[in-house]
Nanobody, 124 residues
Framework: QVQLVESGGGLVQAGGSLRLSCVFSGRTFSGYAMGWFRQAPGKDRDFVASISWSGGTNYYADSVKGRFTISRDNAKNTVYLQMNSLKPEDTAVYYC?????????????????WGQGTQVTVSS
């Protein structure tokens, strides 16, 4: 059974930092790209960042470039999202997902396995 378990969310003041983790189990982790998405109440699930299977290629949403960093440790089956200089508009549930097809890194439909999400709340 495939499982993705996110952790590291919480409440932080604007300007603060959080590091999200996503532990993957149940199938091959190292051969596939991974992504982070977020969803605020009443809004669509939006792309945040993605990382290739080797970690050599990263993609970021314009809204988080220069503030967020995605990384992975294939030995630990874990993908991370370091979030710095957080803003109230970053408030959302954050999801990690595994990309299985050749579609765009930016589209949720390109990802097959998803975690349950972790809440990030940034106060002003």
């Amino acid at each position: 059974q495939v499982q993705l378990v996110e952790s590291g969310g919480g409440l932080v003041q604007a300007g603060g930092s959080l590091r999200l983790s996503c532990v993957f189990s149940g199938r091959t982790f190292s051969g596939y790209a991974m992504g982070w998405f977020r969803q605020a109440p009443g809004k669509d699930r939006d792309f945040v960042a993605s990382i290739s299977w080797s970690g050599g290629t990263n993609y970021y949403a314009d809204s988080v470039k220069g503030r967020f960093t995605i990384s992975r440790d294939n030995a630990k089956n874990t993908v991370y999202l370091q979030m710095n200089s957080l803003k109230p508009e970053d408030t959302a549930v954050y999801y990690c997902a595994q990309k299985l097809n050749s579609g765009s890194y930016y589209y949720p439909a390109s990802y097959y396995y998803w975690g349950q999400g972790t809440q990030v709340t940034v106060s002003s």
